[in-house]
């Protein structure tokens, strides 16, 4: 078996001591001779599964309880809707405000529209290729909006907030999909957070949504699948959950808190984030088209000087084992993501191998 470089934006790298220790228990979980995967969800070793992955995610991440946490389907993708669906006051007050930096950003805007009858654009970074996230002196804020969303870090454009957007009373909700846990958060500054769990918590299947409970049950009539009220009534069981990815993030859960939790995975990110980006800015050969006060430490897009050579560096990176490299076609050119299982050993195989390429192709 040869383990690869996996520099993927997701599904992506998962910690190694996760997936042997998934391995280990795979066929027999803890003497109850089946897997996780075979597991009645109701049974008494699952409950504890589940338990135990909210309780570490409150724990790591400081989550009051004042706060639900769930376990969901469909992705945050879904979340574009059912966010708006259970945060919306009719009919007073129909009014969103959403911070464009991104295609994220665009597609759950797009998704508001269908529900709000006023959405805003507090502001947006389209017309420079969302390659900067806007300041909070261009945040336009409606003080009468129901809510004000952004998303926290833009896998396609290498950009990340290096701040947190003041909205005074009108709360924030955030998409942090490609960068929870990848440093510390006051929770009680969101009203939601929300995130797909294949970048840094787990594999695909899972959302974890972060709610005030003051947030949840403003409309009496919603789908019950669809009403964050009732699915944390039903503790994120109000049909059967992702059960093996729930399990498989909380085995990551317990990787991040034994490496000293998010304080700790922010030091390790940082390291790899500077030393990537310095290796780029240090040569003419490399090029990163992101503002460097909005650069990402989780997805570092960039360029070559010689864009003819994209597919030659990409084959001789695979060849290398540094996979998965390839840009979005909205930027082009290469994207490395360094989310919290990267190990800083792959961050400096690629800059071994950008250095050679470099010398022998510059």
């Known amino acids: 078996m040869k383990r690869v470089f996996n520099f993927s934006a997701g599904p992506a790298v998962l910690p190694l001591p996760v997936l042997e220790r998934a391995r280990d228990e795979m066929l027999d979980y803890r003497g109850s001779g089946m897997s996780v995967m075979e597991m009645s969800h109701r049974s008494k070793d699952y409950m504890a599964i589940i338990a135990s992955a909210e309780s570490l995610l409150r724990e790591i991440m400081g989550i009051g309880d004042d706060y639900a946490v769930l376990f969901l389907q469909g992705g945050a993708s879904l979340q574009f809707s059912m966010i708006p ?6 009919p007073a007050s129909q009014s969103a405000d959403y911070v464009m930096t991104g295609s994220w950003s665009e597609k759950a805007c797009s998704e508001a529209k269908k529900i709000f009858t006023d959405v805003r654009v507090a502001a947006s970074s389209k017309s420079v290729n969302y390659s900067r996230i806007p300041t909070q002196q261009e945040l336009t804020l409606n003080p009468d ?3 004000v969303h952004i998303t926290s870090n833009n896998t396609i454009f290498g950009t990340e907030y290096p701040y947190l957007p003041d909205t005074g009373s009108v709360p924030l909700v955030v998409d942090a999909s490609s960068n929870i ?7 009680s500054k969101h009203g939601i957070i929300y995130a797909g769990a294949q970048k840094n918590l787990g594999p695909s299947g899972v959302t974890v949504v972060i709610i005030r409970k003051d947030l949840m049950g403003r409309q009496a009539n919603l789908p019950s699948m669809l009403d964050f009220q009732a699915l944390a ?28 939790g998010v304080t700790a995975m922010e030091q390790h990110n940082i390291r790899k984030a500077n030393k990537l980006y310095a290796a780029i800015d240090n040569s003419a050969f490399y090029l990163c088209p992101t503002e460097p006060l909005s650069r990402s430490r989780m997805n570092v897009p960039f360029t070559l000087a010689k864009p003819e050579l994209t597919d030659a560096f990409l084959a001789g990176a695979k060849a290398a084992g540094l996979v998965t490299l390839k840009g979005h076609r909205s930027v082009g050119g ?3 993501s360094l989310y919290n299982a990267m190990p800083e050993a792959g961050v400096d195989a690629l800059i071994a191998f950008m250095q050679e390429f470099e010398r022998t192709q510059g």
């Open 145 to 147: 909006a129901n809510y």
């Open 233 to 260: 009534k039903e503790g994120s069981m109000l049909n059967t959950p992702p059960t093996y990815a729930i399990y498989i993030l909380g085995l990551v859960l317990e990787w991040v808190k034994e490496q000293g």
């Open 85 to 90: 669906m259970n945060l919306i006051t009719a």
């Open 181 to 187: 846990l990848s440093r510390p958060v006051d929770v």
């Open 334 to 336: 290469m994207r490395a």
